[in-house]
């Protein structure tokens, strides 16, 4: 029997070996052996403090891929913190963890998007492209109609997640210590216009009590010390500002506003969203922090 050749023989040929390809076959084997673990305080205390790159899950479906520069457990505390305080399926155990200590540069890596690639005929990581890891979009975008897919319409935050005020804080304040400790505290972005009216929030009396209250309770006690302020409540974050239209905020779920009479008023916002579509995480920011606006930040605090 004849075997056919070639048509056309040759003893050389290219090869192109493809670095990136290997490291991201060998960073999702070596993910997918560990156990995840509860994304917990306990357990991220028996992390090194190293960087490296991590996968989230949600009752057990992936959902997240990111990476930590310099410390994984710092990294991963700021996503734990950011869930507690929203609305969602992230009860205790609920959200786990796995990840991995790498000493490669990270920075020109970028391990974190040749997993998301390598993911993606598994279900994919729908939070690497929905806007959970990003920062505070700053004061332009707070008018911005947030899209039905992104994280925060999906996941907003909790008015009733409670917090309890610093003992230096408690009893005789005004509303600038309040609002100081406050943001301290909470797990998402509390913005106020704190420029041109320092002296005006500072002499802004109130009464804080020696308790642990809601943050829309906390809302009411601070607007009702301030005539002519408006907090609003969007997706994401909360903003407190001199102005007095709350339909400037189509997204807005709730806000808080004195009336003439001295009653402050609580009432539902627009809650509009946009069609769901592509996030721009680019435009909005990159990762998890409260950094404030480049355009505006002497204005916010």
């Keep these: 029997m004849a075997f056919s050749q070639p048509s056309d023989p040759r003893p050389d040929d290219d090869f192109k070996l493809s670095i990136t390809r290997a490291l991201a076959d060998q960073l999702h084997s070596a993910l997918d052996r560990l156990t995840p673990t509860s994304l ?27 990476k930590a520069d310099a410390s994984l457990p ?22 786990t963890f796995v990840c991995l200590y ?34 505070d979009p700053g004061r332009n975008r707070d008018t911005t109609i947030v899209r039905a897919n992104h994280f925060d319409a999906l996941y907003p935050i909790n008015l009733n997640f409670p917090v309890a005020l610093d003992a230096a804080v408690v009893g005789d304040s005004d509303a600038l210590a309040c609002l100081t400790d ?14 041109g009216h320092t002296r005006e929030l500072q002499a802004a009396k109130l009464t804080v009590p020696a308790v642990e209250l809601p943050l829309r309770q906390w809302m009411k ?39 003439a009479d001295g009653v402050v008023i ?9 069609p769901a579509g592509v996030i721009d995480e680019d435009e909005e920011a990159g990762e998890v922090a ?9 204005d916010d605090s």
């Design 182 to 195: 406050l943001k301290k505290k909470l797990p998402y972005l509390l913005r106020f216009g704190r420029t």
């Design 221 to 259: 006690l601070i607007v009702g010390a301030l005539p002519g302020w408006l907090a609003t409540a969007l997706p994401g974050y909360v903003i407190l500002y001199k102005e007095q239209d709350p339909d400037r905020y189509h997204s807005a779920i709730t806000y808080w506003r004195r009336e």
């Design 290 to 298: 409260d950094a404030p606006p480049q355009a505006d930040a002497a």
């Design 74 to 95: 710092a990294r991963l505390t700021q996503h734990m913190r950011k869930l507690s305080g929203r609305i969602g399926p992230f009860a205790a155990g609920a959200v």
């Design 102 to 135: 790498v000493d490669e540069d990270l920075e020109a890596s970028a391990p974190e998007k040749l997993l998301i690639k390598a993911y993606l005929d598994e279900g994919g990581v729908p939070w690497n492209n929905n806007g959970f890891g990003n920062k």
């Design 40 to 66: 917990s305080v306990d357990e991220l205390a028996r992390l090194q403090q190293r960087g490296g790159v991590y996968v989230l899950f949600v009752d057990g479906s992936r959902v997240y891929v990111g």
């Design 266 to 274: 609580e009432a539902a916002g627009q809650g509009q969203q946009a």
